[in-house]
């Protein structure tokens, strides 16, 4: 079946160190999206892009940067981790083209568990 | 940017009752709003949407709601079952891809 996958699935890090956070998507989307969750403060938008030329910053892109290196491939970094960064990231696809049945719905990974120490 | 709150933010129900879900917007130009199911460990899922077109849509025991002149959006499931215990997620988007989601409602189905 087509699907969104992450790597790693859960990672521990320390404060200052540089964590990169993979996803990979056979569903042939153009569209993929980051989002972290907090308790209580449900899916926030990090950063989403449109095709390999076209990346936007979402609500909370302060400290994190990413790269789409293939249409299938999008990627999320932390430069320098702080201890607040520690949540759960999910990435997410979606498909532009009207007319198909699952336009608009964005399909999430399994997450990627983040502790910052 | 689109402010959406979300309430309650915990709903414990008898199996067989309703639940209903409120969220409110806060930008009139909001015109796609989808709602996403997450079981404990697993990801968010589409379960449905609508548009700012049609003020009701239903799919089987789930229904969602709209009022565009009080800006706010509803979810009503019917007839529960254990298997609805979930994170409920509404959201709401002017652009169909940048959604901004609810702080989200944690569902108890009770036996």
């Known amino acids: 079946d087509a699907d969104v996958t992450q790597t790693p699935r859960n990672r521990i890090t320390k404060t200052g160190k540089r964590i990169m956070l993979e996803c990979s998507q056979t569903k042939g989307h153009d569209r993929m999206y980051w989002y972290r969750q907090d308790p209580g403060l449900g899916l926030q938008l990090i950063y989403y892009?449109?095709?390999?030329?076209?990346?936007n910053k979402g609500e909370i892109s302060d400290g994190y940067s990413v790269s789409r290196q293939a249409q299938a491939k999008f990627s999320l970094s932390l430069e320098s981790a702080i201890p607040n960064q520690t949540a759960l990231y999910f990435c997410a696809t979606s498909d532009s083209k009207p007319g198909q049945s699952s336009y608009n719905e964005q399909f999430f990974g399994p997450g990627t568990r983040l502790t910052v120490l | 940017g689109e402010n959406v709150e979300q309430h309650p933010s915990t709903l414990s129900v008898q199996e067989g009752d309703s639940a209903v879900i409120k969220c409110t917007y806060s930008?009139?130009?909001?015109?796609?709003f989808p709602w996403y199911k997450q079981e404990l460990g697993k990801r968010p899922q589409l379960i449905i949407d609508?548009?700012?077109?049609?003020g009701e849509k239903k799919d089987q025991r789930i229904a969602v709601t709209l009022n565009k002149t009080a800006k706010h959006f509803s979810l009503h499931i019917t007839e529960t079952q254990p298997e609805d215990s979930a994170v409920y997620f509404c959201a709401a988007s002017m652009t169909d891809y940048k959604l901004s989601f609810g702080a989200g409602t944690t569902v108890t189905v009770r036996a």
């Open positions: 930008d009139s130009a909001s015109n796609y």
């Open positions: 892009s449109f095709d390999v030329k076209d990346i």
């Open positions: 609508i548009r700012s077109n049609v």
